[in-house]
């Protein structure tokens, strides 16, 4: 049932102002909605490769790094002059309103934070494997960060978008038709009283014209 309102031209005007911004909302949302539809299903497929090749990346090393334990022994020695890394930057882009964010790991040239005379070539085949993970998981953590923020968001624009499409629009609509309706009645009994007015002006006129002709 539509929500009352007092059927004015005042009124009228403003209902139709309402139900253009609603319709021109639901537009919006639908058109953000879509975009953001296109850049999660691009992120699912980049995220994909990049964790099918950090898998691949980390068994290589894992691997090595056993091999290196077997003709080592514990490598552990040697690992504890690899620095901690410091210089991971954070940013953020816009799509559509919903910031996602840009994580940037520039990179260096690897070199060797122990006595190389003194290991083998499985640790250094190890280190340059999870060198590589280091950079995968940097850019799968800017994915997948961006693909929950865009789902939330998605879902979010979505809501909104069946707000508008099934409760704001649909009462604006019927809002309008009772507020056109109820005027266009009035006018039409405006217009049958005015028009009794009148017939009844005009029959006034002809008994006086008749009275005065005969001098009654």
Not at 22 to 35: H, I, P, S, T
Not at 177 to 203: A, P
């Amino acid at each position: 049932m539509a929500e009352q309102v007092f059927p004015t031209k005042g009124n009228l005007i403003k209902t139709k102002r309402s139900l253009q911004q609603a319709k021109q909302g639901y537009e919006l949302m639908d058109r953000k909605r879509n975009v953001l539809i296109r850049e999660m299903v691009a992120l699912i497929d980049k995220s994909k490769l990049v964790r099918d090749n950090i898998e691949q990346t980390y068994e290589k090393a894992y691997l090595a790094l056993q091999k290196a334990n077997m003709t080592l022994g514990s490598v552990s020695t040697f690992m504890q002059f690899v620095p901690e890394e410091s210089e991971l930057q954070l940013s953020f882009r816009s799509v559509m309103g919903v910031e996602l964010p840009t994580v940037t790991l520039p990179e260096r040239k690897l070199v060797p934070q122990y006595d190389v005379a003194m290991t083998n070539s499985y640790l250094d085949y190890a280190v340059i494997c999870f060198n590589d993970t280091k950079y995968m998981t940097v850019a799968l953590a800017e994915i997948e960060n961006s693909i929950y923020r865009l789902a939330v968001a998605i879902k979010k624009t979505q809501k909104r978008a069946n707000a508008l499409k099934n409760i704001i629009i649909p009462k604006y609509e019927a809002q309008l038709s009772f507020i056109t309706n109820s005027l266009e009645e009035k006018e039409r009994e405006e217009f049958s009283r005015q028009k009794v007015i009148k017939s009844t002006k005009m029959k006034k006129e002809q008994l006086a014209r008749v009275k005065k002709k005969f001098n009654m």
